[in-house]
């Protein structure tokens, strides 16, 4: 849009000035993110020096899509859980559907989640979603708190631009503390937030790991009134029909660990899943949620054969702004009107796709076919064959040139942008960019920015 892009041009501009020129400011703003803790294996979280900007229409379409996309989620899971061979489909473990198939006692088998968008000035693409381990939900308002201080920004706005911040801890915390009212909880609940690598505690006395948004979600929730605790999923105990870590007895678990993560390193008797099993702990998310986790849901919402019961409404929407994706394995499929061999059609189409792995929290490769030569996609391919690969059509991406400063110089560097809107209870409650470069046909992560809302004044 060009008023965006007359914002961004004009940002840009103010770099050029020589008080900016100075490295001083950029400095102390990466000084004040490791202060708080705004880092991932030890790498700074955002080394760009500029927000991301959307527009008031870009916003209103994507809580639109949001919120209906929400409601699809809900009528899908209906139809894969009432049909096995759709499970399969999605390729859950035996354990991790017999926990998906008890009763979590709320509305929403997902609370949270973040979804992963392709905005461009007139479309709209869903690319993907987390709904076991939504990242940003803390990073992007501490992010987005900081970037207000800076004085380019304060100039930015200055008699020209509105800027508004997007979501805050205060949605995140009403919205389990509603699943919690719906699970019957009467009182104030104590909140475990449970995630891997981290030591019992909160606040200053959580230990820095690799990541460091579960004890930044501990600190934020307790800021506002929760009795939270951040706790890993080794000193969970679950004695007597409570769930406790020693004397901290647990009525809530915000849960930031999948249901894989647990049984790879534990089993089924694991105090969590003795509790949620028994149903005297409300699990936020809750395990049924997991199915939202595998990008082969998107195989799914794509197929006509599995969503021809769904209202018209929901069709036309996942047809226009849901990316085309199949689970890579030997078989005839349909693209658009017309039947295909998957293998044959995904050689043939490189440009145009990319291999995902199933589950986002993988550490699989994301290969991007436009970026590669045509004998590496088809060793990429034979990998997809062989391991939980999904194939995805891509949209035109969205390319951004963003202010660096690394190793105490600034520099521009082009970066593709998917902007992923937190959803809360099914409503959309802020945003954060992710920022990736591509080397050698795989995506690779550069930056989070925070998201803003920008109108003229």
Not at 111 to 125: E, F, H, I, P
Not at 421 to 450: I, R, Y
Request: net charge neutral; glycine share 6%.
């Amino acid at each position: 849009m060009a008023q965006l892009g007359d914002a961004i041009a004009r940002y840009h501009k103010l770099l050029e000035q020589p008080s900016y020129r100075e490295t001083g400011w950029a400095e102390q703003f990466q000084e004040q993110m490791r202060q708080q803790h705004l880092v991932e294996s030890g790498r700074l979280l955002a080394p760009v020096l500029r927000p991301h900007f959307i527009s008031r229409r870009q916003l209103d379409a994507l809580s639109r899509l949001s919120k209906q996309m929400a409601e699809i989620m809900d009528r899908l899971e209906a139809i894969a859980f009432a049909s096995p061979l759709l499970l399969n489909r999605l390729q859950m473990l035996p354990a991790e559907k017999m926990l998906a198939a008890l009763p979590h006692g709320y509305a929403r088998s997902g609370v949270t989640a973040s979804m992963d968008a392709n905005l461009t000035n007139g479309s709209l693409s869903l690319q993907g979603m987390d709904a076991c381990k939504p990242a940003g939900l803390a990073y992007s308002n501490m992010l987005a708190e900081l970037f207000l201080e800076l004085p380019i920004l304060k100039e930015f706005k200055r008699g020209r631009y509105k800027l508004t911040k997007l979501g805050g801890p205060k949605s995140l915390l009403q919205a389990i503390q509603s699943a919690y009212r719906q699970f019957g909880g009467k009182r104030k609940p104590a909140i475990a937030i449970v995630e891997l690598g981290q030591e019992s505690g909160s606040g200053p006395a959580a230990t820095e790991t690799a990541s460091s948004e579960g004890r930044l979600l501990a600190e934020s929730l307790s800021q506002l009134g929760g009795h939270v605790r951040l706790i890993p999923p080794e000193l969970l105990e679950y004695t007597g029909g409570k769930l406790h870590s020693e004397d901290f007895a647990i009525d809530l678990v915000f849960r930031r660990v999948s249901t894989r993560e647990i049984l790879t390193r534990w089993d089924l008797s694991h105090p969590l899943l003795r509790a949620y099993r028994d149903g005297t702990v409300c699990v936020v998310n809750s395990f049924r949620a997991e199915f939202a986790q595998r990008r082969a849901l998107f195989d799914l919402l794509t197929d006509e054969t599995v969503t021809a019961h769904l209202p018209t409404a929901d069709r036309k929407l996942i047809r226009n702004s849901i990316a085309w994706t199949r689970v890579v394995v030997p078989r005839k499929t349909m693209h658009g009107d017309k039947q295909v061999d998957l293998p044959e059609f995904i050689l043939n189409q490189r440009e145009h796709l990319a291999l995902l792995p199933n589950e986002d929290s993988s550490d699989q490769r994301i290969y991007i076919g436009a970026e590669m030569t045509a004998a590496a996609w088809d060793r990429a391919l034979k990998l997809a064959l062989r391991t939980p690969y999904v194939v995805q059509e891509r949209s035109s991406p969205v390319h951004e040139s963003f202010p660096l400063f690394q190793y105490g110089e600034f520099k521009m560097k082009e970066a593709e942008v998917t902007v992923h809107p937190h959803v809360l209870n099914g409503e959309m409650s802020g945003a954060s960019a992710v920022l990736q470069t591509c080397l050698a046909g795989s995506a690779a992560h550069l930056a989070v920015a925070p998201v803003f809302l920008l109108e003229e004044t």
